[in-house]
């Protein structure tokens, strides 16, 4: 990378500024969900939690930016060496978390796994997030010398220019991985929702009542899995746009080197101001589906008069109405009057406690994806 002393400085000032925004950001979602304990008891909230505490510990790195670059001919420092595997081990975990999410998403909307099993699977998540890492970070060093591997990248203490092809297998090559990978998931849950969306649009009055479980579970489900996967949806955004700066620059230093000064400056914007990015998609997107919702424009508008779901003032908190369990209750108990008979009335004692689990069951998955 041959750049001029002043742009060199411009570069270490802009990545200062945007990890400073981007620190700001990732504290202020943390601190979001703590000031609301019901959320980080929520497992979609816990995984959104964990992975921006591991986009916090990479901008801590960015921070430093250019502060601990060895002199040119010299061998890093330590201090340069913890800043580079800090930072590759820091963004490989928020990469993990990311995906996680993207499967959780998949394994609710998709798989219709239920809750339980989502829950059970936290541990697992962990110790794959937090270990896989390692590997990519410590397990290049195995076989090259640790003070060659890691040096001057740039913009900040990283993977050193004799080793250019390990920055697009650890990095751009991964990342890519990850897009194709969420993006085949979408593919499939929005195929899935739509077909949900179609199933439940509404019938007769009396074919609802009698079609009452079903119903149930649709109507709390649907809406609060078509706006998690707007949001989830807003988050592969943001991923897109934070690592498209690191993609053009390892792209073009493989076909036309040296990167150009603008494409530097690209990846040091976007790629350290991932708090920010994560920050106005955290807040704005239920901002705006809360909006469009009360304008009528939300999503799944078919279901919308079965579902009888409405969201408090403080965020998407979804409360399914038992208006069906009740229509559903009254029929059955009217056609008890009628019939007589204790074999009746036990059908609807039945009736009412099936449609109390479909109701909690499908409450609970609504709670799932309602962050």
Aim: glycine letters at 6%; aromatic letters at 12%.
């Amino acid at each position: 990378m041959s750049l001029t002393v002043d742009q060199l400085a411009t570069l270490d000032t802009l990545v200062r500024t945007t990890a400073s925004l981007g620190l700001i950001g990732n504290l202020t979602i943390l601190f979001d969900h703590f000031r609301r304990w019901e959320k980080i008891r929520n497992s979609a909230s816990r995984i959104i939690a964990w992975g921006c505490l591991a986009s916090t510990l990479s901008t801590l790195t960015f921070l430093c930016a250019r502060s601990f670059i060895p002199a040119r001919g010299q061998p890093p420092s330590t201090a340069c060496l913890i800043q580079a595997t800090v930072q590759q081990y820091a963004i490989h975990a928020s990469h993990v978390w990311f995906v996680f999410q993207t499967i959780n998403i998949f394994l609710v909307m998709w798989a219709k796994v239920s809750l339980e099993k989502i829950q059970k699977m936290e541990p697992l998540y962990h110790a794959l997030a937090w270990t896989v890492p390692l590997l990519s970070t410590f397990g290049p060093i195995a076989k090259y010398p640790i003070h060659s591997f890691y040096g001057d990248a740039g913009l900040w203490c990283w993977i050193g220019p004799a080793y250019g092809q390990y920055r697009v297998y650890l990095s751009i090559m991964v990342i890519w991985v990850i897009i194709g990978f969420s993006s085949f998931c979408y593919i499939f849950i929005w195929w899935s929702l739509q077909s949900d969306l179609r199933n439940a649009r509404p019938g007769s009055a009396l074919s609802a009542i009698s079609n009452n479980d079903n119903s149930l579970r649709s109507s709390t489900r649907l809406r609060a899995e078509a706006l998690f996967a707007i949001k989830t949806g807003a988050f592969m955004i943001t991923y897109i746009f934070t690592y498209s700066g690191a993609s053009a620059n390892r792209i073009h230093a493989l076909v036309s080197p040296p990167s150009p000064f603008w494409v530097i400056a690209w990846q040091g914007i976007t790629m350290t101001g991932i708090g920010i990015w994560n920050l106005v998609t955290y807040f704005a997107i239920p901002y705006l589906l809360k909006r469009a919702r009360l304008r009528g424009k939300g999503v799944s508008r078919s279901a919308k008069s079965a579902t009888g779901i409405v969201m408090a003032a403080g965020g998407s908190r979804l409360l399914a109405s038992y208006s069906a369990t009740r229509s559903a209750s009254m029929a059955m108990i009217v056609g008890s009057d009628q019939a007589g008979g204790e074999a009746s009335k036990a059908a609807v004692i039945n009736g009412k406690e099936q449609a109390r689990s479909s109701q909690s069951a499908a409450l609970r998955t609504a709670t799932y994806c309602d962050e």
